[in-house]
Protein backbone atom coordinates (compact mmCIF):
# COMPACT_ATOMS: atom_id res chain seq x y z
CA UNK A 1 0.00 0.00 0.00
CA UNK A 2 1.56 3.37 -1.13
CA UNK A 3 2.43 5.30 1.88
CA UNK A 4 2.52 2.35 4.20
CA UNK A 5 3.94 3.02 7.80
CA UNK A 6 5.01 1.20 10.58
CA UNK A 7 5.65 3.12 14.12
CA UNK A 8 5.79 2.76 17.80
CA UNK A 9 5.94 4.52 20.91
CA UNK A 10 8.46 4.52 24.10
CA UNK A 11 8.12 6.10 27.26
CA UNK A 12 11.02 6.99 29.69
CA UNK A 13 11.84 8.65 33.15
CA UNK A 14 13.57 11.20 31.26
CA UNK A 15 15.68 12.14 27.61
CA UNK A 16 18.51 14.58 28.95
CA UNK A 17 22.05 13.03 27.37
CA UNK A 18 23.34 14.95 24.37
CA UNK A 19 25.51 11.80 23.68
CA UNK A 20 22.08 9.43 23.89
CA UNK A 21 19.98 11.41 21.80
CA UNK A 22 22.75 11.91 19.68
CA UNK A 23 23.45 8.14 19.00
CA UNK A 24 19.29 8.32 18.65
CA UNK A 25 19.53 10.93 15.41
CA UNK A 26 22.52 8.72 13.91
CA UNK A 27 20.25 5.67 14.06
CA UNK A 28 17.18 7.57 12.64
CA UNK A 29 19.47 8.73 9.57
CA UNK A 30 20.83 5.03 9.66
CA UNK A 31 17.64 3.63 9.62
CA UNK A 32 15.80 5.86 7.18
CA UNK A 33 13.36 6.61 10.06
CA UNK A 34 11.88 10.04 11.55
CA UNK A 35 11.44 10.67 15.23
CA UNK A 36 10.26 12.39 17.45
CA UNK A 37 11.46 13.21 21.25
CA UNK A 38 9.60 15.27 24.00
CA UNK A 39 13.17 15.31 25.79
CA UNK A 40 14.61 17.66 28.39
CA UNK A 41 12.20 16.42 31.56
CA UNK A 42 10.04 13.85 32.89
CA UNK A 43 8.72 12.10 31.57
CA UNK A 44 10.83 11.10 28.44
CA UNK A 45 8.63 10.03 25.26
CA UNK A 46 10.06 9.19 22.02
CA UNK A 47 7.71 8.21 18.53
CA UNK A 48 9.66 6.68 15.94
CA UNK A 49 7.98 6.16 12.09
CA UNK A 50 9.47 4.08 9.12
CA UNK A 51 8.09 3.16 6.02
CA UNK A 52 10.16 -0.05 6.60
CA UNK A 53 9.28 -2.47 9.52
CA UNK A 54 12.76 -4.46 10.77
CA UNK A 55 14.36 -0.25 10.45
CA UNK A 56 11.67 0.99 13.08
CA UNK A 57 12.73 -2.35 15.12
CA UNK A 58 16.41 -1.92 14.68
CA UNK A 59 15.84 1.88 15.74
CA UNK A 60 13.49 0.89 19.24
CA UNK A 61 16.25 -2.16 19.42
CA UNK A 62 18.83 0.86 19.79
CA UNK A 63 16.60 3.25 22.57
CA UNK A 64 16.93 -0.58 24.76
CA UNK A 65 20.55 -0.71 24.41
CA UNK A 66 21.05 3.09 25.72
CA UNK A 67 19.25 1.59 28.76
CA UNK A 68 16.87 4.77 29.86
CA UNK A 69 15.82 4.48 32.93
CA UNK A 70 12.11 3.38 33.36
CA UNK A 71 12.54 1.83 29.57
CA UNK A 72 8.87 0.91 28.29
CA UNK A 73 7.61 0.19 25.02
CA UNK A 74 4.24 1.54 25.03
CA UNK A 75 3.42 0.38 21.61
CA UNK A 76 5.30 -1.97 20.16
CA UNK A 77 6.07 -1.78 16.37
CA UNK A 78 2.60 -1.95 13.98
CA UNK A 79 1.40 -0.75 10.92
CA UNK A 80 0.56 3.02 11.63
CA UNK A 81 -2.88 3.59 10.70
CA UNK A 82 -4.10 7.53 10.43
CA UNK A 83 -7.56 9.08 11.45
CA UNK A 84 -7.83 10.92 8.97
CA UNK A 85 -9.71 9.89 5.71
CA UNK A 86 -8.10 6.78 3.40
CA UNK A 87 -6.18 5.52 5.97
CA UNK A 88 -2.72 7.85 4.70
CA UNK A 89 -0.40 10.12 6.59
CA UNK A 90 -0.47 13.32 5.71
CA UNK A 91 1.64 14.39 2.46
CA UNK A 92 4.16 16.78 4.36
CA UNK A 93 4.95 14.49 6.79
CA UNK A 94 7.68 12.48 4.83
CA UNK A 95 10.80 13.39 6.26
CA UNK A 96 12.75 10.14 6.95
CA UNK A 97 16.30 10.27 8.43
CA UNK A 98 15.65 12.98 10.78
CA UNK A 99 14.74 13.56 14.62
CA UNK A 100 12.77 16.42 15.98
CA UNK A 101 12.84 17.32 19.25
CA UNK A 102 10.26 19.35 21.32
CA UNK A 103 9.60 20.47 25.25
CA UNK A 104 6.67 19.38 26.38
CA UNK A 105 4.07 16.60 25.95
CA UNK A 106 1.31 19.14 25.11
CA UNK A 107 3.92 20.19 22.34
CA UNK A 108 4.15 16.00 21.45
CA UNK A 109 0.29 15.18 21.67
CA UNK A 110 -0.01 18.36 18.78
CA UNK A 111 2.43 16.35 16.78
CA UNK A 112 0.37 13.42 17.01
CA UNK A 113 -3.20 15.29 16.63
CA UNK A 114 -1.55 16.65 13.52
CA UNK A 115 -0.59 13.17 11.94
CA UNK A 116 -3.89 11.62 12.51
CA UNK A 117 -2.69 9.83 15.61
CA UNK A 118 -4.58 11.37 18.64
CA UNK A 119 -6.66 8.46 19.63
CA UNK A 120 -3.91 5.81 19.32
CA UNK A 121 -1.47 8.47 20.81
CA UNK A 122 -4.11 9.02 24.27
CA UNK A 123 -4.28 5.23 24.61
CA UNK A 124 -0.30 4.19 24.39
CA UNK A 125 0.20 6.70 26.81
CA UNK A 126 -2.69 5.81 29.06
CA UNK A 127 -4.65 8.78 28.96
CA UNK A 128 -7.41 6.96 27.92
CA UNK A 129 -8.76 3.06 28.22
CA UNK A 130 -9.62 1.18 24.73
Same mark, same amino acid.
Given at each position: MPGAAYHALIRTH???????IARLKAAA???QCYALLR????PGVMY??????????? #???T???LRYKDYQLAAPVHAALS???GGGLPQDDTKV???EEVATVKEMATHMEARGL?? #? #????MGFIQE
Amino acid at each position: MPGAAYHALIRTHHITSRKKIARLKAAAKQYQCYALLRSGGIPGVMYVRGSERSNVQK #WVDTVHDLRYKDYQLAAPVHAALSEFQGGGLPQDDTKVGYLEEVATVKEMATHMEARGLQS #W #WRIAMGFIQE
